[in-house]
């Protein structure tokens, strides 16, 4: 994911919210708010050791896209409804203990544009700050209500199951593309659905409008990862905040390197070579991985999917009452289609 600073992440509101200039100063005073109540919340561990590891991720930032989510999705109810800030407190909760994890068993080096916590304080250390701040959104979740437990206990088997499957591998008789979506829609997706209903739901919107958001967020996380993938192949580290290639160094099936597996076009003979003999991140093999990537038509059609999975979105949104909030969830699409671009 792209590293932004806090005053980006400020523009990437104001571009989504200009046609509505008091939408968009509500989302960006609440957003400040969240902020805040992160940086506490990370900074009240017990033993103050602890913090600087907790609040590595939360710190450096990221787009804050979930907790922006979830004040979008309470648009549809009460925008003001106790509880709202804190739901999307919780949401980026659950989404910065996942990236711990996901740095570990990726053997990830960088994250947001500085060292991974895993490269900082070793694997152990960084499971710790993981599991701290999902203990941290399981109480925040008690003290939002049942459904909000429920959802966050939903989207944790999610995670896991995800993550089981991506370790694990396809399961016999799964084509390779279906075990991706499988992958995706439990690691990236449920994010995105988790913060759509809890913004919703604890504003009270109607349940028909929640299930609406719900549809709307899963198809558009499976897009957003597959941006993610997208730009894993051709965007520098500058620009991306991780290395080039990870995934590929990882031996970690993005899309572009699974539909490019199952090429026939000029160089997929090749990069099948170069994948199955692990190039190391760095390595003429792992450059060359690369070039082939983004010269291949995989890359296009990885795209194709992308915008496929977008329309879905695009359509579920249809079944929302015509308000500035469903225009930015809107925008939201273009602008994952437009990433890196």
């Given at each position: 994911?792209?590293?932004?600073?806090?005053p980006e992440r400020g523009s990437?509101?104001?571009?989504?919210?200009?046609?509505?200039?008091?939408?968009?100063?509500?989302?960006?005073?609440?957003?400040?708010?969240?902020?805040?109540?992160?940086?506490?919340?990370?900074?009240?561990?017990?033993?103050?050791?602890?913090?600087?590891?907790?609040?590595?991720?939360?710190?450096?930032?990221?787009?804050?896209?979930?907790?922006?989510?979830?004040?979008?999705?309470?648009?549809?109810?009460?925008?003001?409804?106790?509880?709202?800030?804190?739901?999307?407190?919780?949401?980026?909760?659950?989404?910065?203990?996942?990236?711990?994890?996901?740095?570990?068993?990726?053997?990830?080096?960088?994250?947001?544009?500085?060292?991974?916590?895993?490269?900082?304080?070793?694997?152990?250390?960084?499971?710790?700050?993981?599991?701290?701040?999902?203990?941290?959104?399981?109480?925040?979740?008690?003290?939002?209500?049942?459904?909000?437990?429920?959802?966050?206990?939903?989207?944790?088997?999610?995670?896991?199951?995800?993550?089981?499957?991506?370790?694990?591998?396809?399961?016999?008789?799964?084509?390779?593309?279906?075990?991706?979506?499988?992958?995706?829609?439990?690691?990236?997706?449920?994010?995105?659905?988790?913060?759509?209903?809890?913004?919703?739901?604890?504003?009270?919107?109607?349940?028909?409008?929640?299930?609406?958001?719900?549809?709307?967020?899963?198809?558009?996380?499976?897009?957003?990862?597959?941006?993610?993938?997208?730009?894993?192949?051709?965007?520098?580290?500058?620009?991306?905040?991780?290395?080039?290639?990870?995934?590929?160094?990882?031996?970690?099936?993005?899309?572009?390197?699974?539909?490019?597996?199952?090429?026939?076009?000029?160089?997929?003979?090749?990069?099948?070579?170069?994948?199955?003999?692990?190039?190391?991140?760095?390595?003429?093999?792992?450059?060359?991985?690369?070039?082939?990537?983004?010269?291949?038509?995989?890359?296009?059609?990885?795209?194709?999917?992308?915008?496929?999975?977008?329309?879905?979105a695009r359509t579920a949104l249809?079944?929302?009452?015509?308000?500035?909030?469903?225009?930015?969830?809107?925008?939201?699409?273009?602008?994952?289609?437009?990433?890196?671009?």
């Open positions: 994911m792209n590293v932004l600073s806090a990437l509101v104001s571009g989504l919210a200009a046609g509505d200039p008091a939408l968009r100063d509500r989302l960006a005073e609440r957003l400040r708010t969240v902020e805040r109540r992160l940086q506490e919340r990370a900074a009240r561990a017990a033993d103050p050791r602890v913090a600087p590891l907790v609040g590595h991720l939360v710190t450096t930032g990221g787009k804050r896209l979930r907790p922006l989510l979830v004040l979008l999705g309470a648009e549809f109810g009460d925008p003001e409804g106790e509880g709202v800030v804190d739901a999307a407190v919780l949401a980026e909760l659950v989404h910065v203990s996942s990236l711990y994890h996901d740095d570990v068993i990726d053997d990830a080096g960088i994250r947001h544009g500085a060292d991974s916590a895993n490269a900082r304080w070793g694997n152990r250390r960084a499971v710790f700050a993981g599991d701290w701040l999902l203990a941290q959104a399981a109480q925040l979740s008690c003290a939002l209500g049942p459904r909000a437990v429920r959802l966050n206990a939903v989207t944790a088997d999610r995670l896991v199951r995800g993550q089981a499957l991506e370790l694990l591998g396809p399961e016999p008789g799964t084509a390779p593309l279906d075990h991706y979506l499988r992958v995706t829609a439990g690691k990236s997706a449920s994010l995105i659905v988790l913060s759509l209903q809890l913004g919703a739901l604890q504003a009270g919107a109607p349940e028909a409008y929640a299930d609406v958001l719900a549809e709307y967020g899963e198809q558009l996380g499976l897009a957003f990862q597959m941006s993610d993938d997208i730009l894993d192949i051709t965007s520098p580290a500058s620009a991306s905040g991780k290395e080039p290639g990870m995934d590929l160094e990882a031996g970690v099936l993005s899309l572009p390197v699974l539909l490019a597996l199952a090429g026939d076009g000029a160089g997929d003979g090749e990069l099948r070579a170069l994948i199955a003999a692990g190039p190391a991140a760095g390595t003429r093999p792992h450059r060359r991985a690369l070039e082939l990537l983004r010269d291949s038509a995989a890359l296009a059609a990885a795209g194709a999917l992308r915008d496929e999975h977008l329309a879905r249809a079944a929302l009452p015509r308000t500035p909030a469903r225009g930015i969830l809107g925008a939201l699409c273009d602008f994952v289609a437009h990433r890196g671009s």
